[in-house]
């Protein structure tokens, strides 16, 4: 044996399901194309930034007397350090998930990743690292950019002021620091949840910034920015796994396949979520009267163009794909990846590029996102509509995903309750109803209101939706995959180490109860209403854990940690008395919480702030009657059908024990001769 050839062979060994194929001399000419290939991308996609950065006057620089004057090359800098810090965002997003999702896991042992799915990871831990480090290098330039001096009059104590006090430095501090997470996991992952576990951590570190800029800033920011989550996440998942199929060594065509199929609602979630934050930030007119608009308009055409190229991806590669021939999907995935990166040029430039200036927004419009209410009328919470964009998203989608589980089980014969179907709906029409009508504007002006959503998306809305089985429709409509797909995956989230802790009785319990006092006792309540992301955690952590807390008590799904019933009763009169208390605290205080932040927005007629904490008190002391019926209810019938089901099973047993003469196989005979023998001990 030659020394390169046990080189080659050595190095093969060291990843996970390689082989010496994937380096041999024909691929190279291939890696070395796809390679150009990219390069020209990211250069043209370099040319449209400049173009409309310039065009779009983003580095223009006004001198006004008195003030200083920004440094043109700062400015240039800041906007094009933004396109690559998208490249690189899209590559390591697109290729860890790549890595989690789009192969299977080696055979014999499904959890460790492929060679494929390995190399992937290795790339999307590069561009993270890359990633990481221009979002470092970004925070001097963009302070430099933002309080108009040099470069060199960046001070270390200036920047550590900038990321300790400024959002824009806070967002860019922590999407350094989970990026570099990100990749040191991606670098020592070998197993597929090592790869999820990635994945997660760079669709975080994309999320930081979108609280900051343009979006942020507006009347309308949280419509905006939530609308601006979904494009960035949907974006970088559209693009970043095209990146990733073509940079594949084998031929993709289950990866190809499970891409086309995810997509698809990638670019769907892109065009909507961008109409979304255009119409927020800019009138309609503003389209073709001003540079913003034009840059959004020929975004909006680039994409369009791209889906064209998808479509036929979908059409015509795939097939072609399965069949063993790649170089149709090469070279229309070049072209495609060329329109991704010219569109990823002109997102970056607008995102540096000033909308068309308008009015300025009242001090409560720009804190609160919608203009200062008036008083509260049944009319004004049923006509009122702020529209969450995250949370009416979720609910389409999911009742959409639910409905077509049920319509695939009706296909084949199969039934389900309609009344589960009922309970989903109404569980999520919970939901919008509290996070987008006008009771969500008057959350945020009145503890009260506040109080009521907080009650609905805590208790009732997650009962609704456990007593639907989300899980279990999941697991009989989903088709099983040998290579391991969406059901297999549900099946190992579900026995997990993570579900079974968080599943734990004491565990479920604990969070669910915290919540309650850790919110509304320390600080965290005031950040919540203050930051739209805190108003989001918030929000989705009381139905997060709600629904866990109310799965552990009553839900039909399956769970790694089965309770008894007397158990079950026990846990949820624990919960009760808490609440009780948690209410009759409020009822009793005598601070008022988030004083600061009701007192800044001053509503008129929001009368004694301190009386109004005090009837939220009561409504959360009182709210939970409804709820404790409909458990108690439920508890009673899921006990009472337990044991109907153990008297039959038993039943069962007892006859197949007759038919077969062997006595002492059936349970009634054998607890009647248990007893039989006490009563004899007695004597």
Not at 6 to 11: A, F, G, I, K
Not at 444 to 467: E, Y
Not at 513 to 531: D, I, N, P, Q, V
């Amino acid at each position: 044996m030659t020394a390169s050839t046990e080189t080659s062979q050595n190095t093969a060994a060291t990843i996970p399901g390689g082989g010496t194929g994937s380096r041999s001399g024909p691929r190279a000419p291939r890696r070395g194309l796809r390679a150009l290939a990219v390069a020209a991308a990211v250069l043209a996609g370099l040319a449209v930034a400049v173009i409309a950065l310039d065009l779009g006057g983003a580095v223009d620089v006004a001198e006004l007397p008195g003030l200083s004057t920004a440094d043109p090359a700062v400015t240039w800098a800041a906007g094009l350090l933004k396109y690559g810090y998208d490249l690189a965002m899209l590559a390591a997003v697109g290729c860890m998930i790549a890595a989690a999702c789009f192969l299977p896991g080696r055979q014999g042992d499904r959890a460790r990743l492929t060679g494929q799915s390995w190399r992937w990871l290795r790339v999307g831990a590069a561009a993270s690292g890359i990633w990481a480090l221009i979002a470092l290098v970004s925070l001097p330039v963009d302070f430099a950019n933002s309080f108009a001096r040099p470069l060199g009059g960046v001070t270390a104590l200036g920047l550590w002021s900038y990321v300790g006090q400024y959002e824009q430095g806070q967002a860019l501090g922590l999407t350094a620091l989970l990026a570099t997470a990100a990749a040191v996991v991606a670098a020592r992952a070998f197993t597929i949840p090592g790869a999820v576990a990635a994945a997660a951590l760079a669709v975080a570190a994309a999320v930081p910034p979108v609280f900051t800029g343009h979006s942020a800033s507006n009347g309308n920011h949280q419509i905006a920015v939530d609308g601006l989550l979904i494009h960035v996440v949907a974006a970088a998942f559209w693009a970043g796994g095209l990146f990733a199929l073509f940079i594949a060594r084998r031929d993709p065509a289950v990866a190809a396949r499970r891409y086309s199929a995810a997509a698809v609602f990638a670019y769907a979630a892109i065009g909507f979520s961008g109409l979304i934050v255009f119409c927020a930030n800019v009138n309609i007119t503003d389209l073709w009267t001003s540079a913003y608009g034009r840059i959004a308009l020929a975004k909006l055409a680039v994409l369009a163009i791209g889906g064209v190229f998808g479509w036929a991806h979908r059409r015509a590669t795939l097939p072609r794909v399965a069949e063993g021939d790649r170089s149709a999907f090469t070279r229309l995935a070049a072209v495609e990846l060329g329109l991704m990166a010219i569109a990823f040029g002109l997102a970056s430039s607008l995102s540096v590029t000033p909308p068309p200036s308008g009015e300025l927004p009242d001090p409560n419009t720009a804190l609160l996102g919608f203009p200062t209410p008036g008083p509260m009328s049944v009319s004004a919470i049923a006509l009122d509509w702020y529209p969450s964009v995250l949370f009416c998203t979720a609910a389409l989608a999911l009742v959409g995903a639910y409905v077509a589980g049920v319509v695939r089980l009706r296909r084949r014969g199969d039934a389900w309750p309609w009344y589960r179907t009922a309970l989903w709906i109404a569980g999520w029409a919970v939901v919008v109803v509290t996070t987008s009508s006008g009771l969500s504007k008057y959350g945020m002006v009145l503890f009260s209101a506040h109080m009521v959503q907080h009650m609905a998306l805590n208790m009732l809305a997650p009962i609704l939706l456990v007593l639907a089985a989300p899980v279990t429709l999941a697991l009989r409509a989903l088709r099983p995959d040998r290579a391991g797909g969406p059901r297999e995956w549900l099946l190992a989230a579900i026995h997990s180490r993570w579900s079974r802790f968080v599943s734990r009785p004491l565990v479920a319990l604990f969070i669910y109860l915290t919540s309650l006092y850790l919110m509304y006792f320390t600080g965290m309540f005031e950040w919540a209403m203050r930051s739209h992301f805190g108003h989001l955690f918030m929000t989705a952590h009381f139905l997060a854990a709600g629904s866990l807390f109310f799965w552990v008590v009553i839900g039909p799904d399956p769970k790694p940690r089965p309770l008894s019933y007397p158990a079950k009763v026990l846990l949820y009169f624990v919960s009760i008395v808490f609440h009780a208390i948690f209410g009759l605290t409020l009822m009793m205080g005598t601070n008022i919480i988030a004083a600061d932040f009701y007192t800044q927005i001053a509503i008129p007629w929001a009368g004694d702030l301190l009386a109004d904490q005090r009837a939220g008190g009561g409504i959360a002391w009182a709210f939970g009657e409804i709820p404790s019926l409909i458990i108690i209810v439920v508890l009673i019938a899921q006990w009472t059908r337990s044991e109907e089901r153990e008297g039959r099973r038993l039943d069962r047993i007892a006859e197949r024990a007759a038919a077969s003469g062997r006595p002492e196989d059936d349970p009634h005979e054998v607890y009647n001769a248990y007893l039989a023998s006490l009563d004899q001990e007695r004597r």
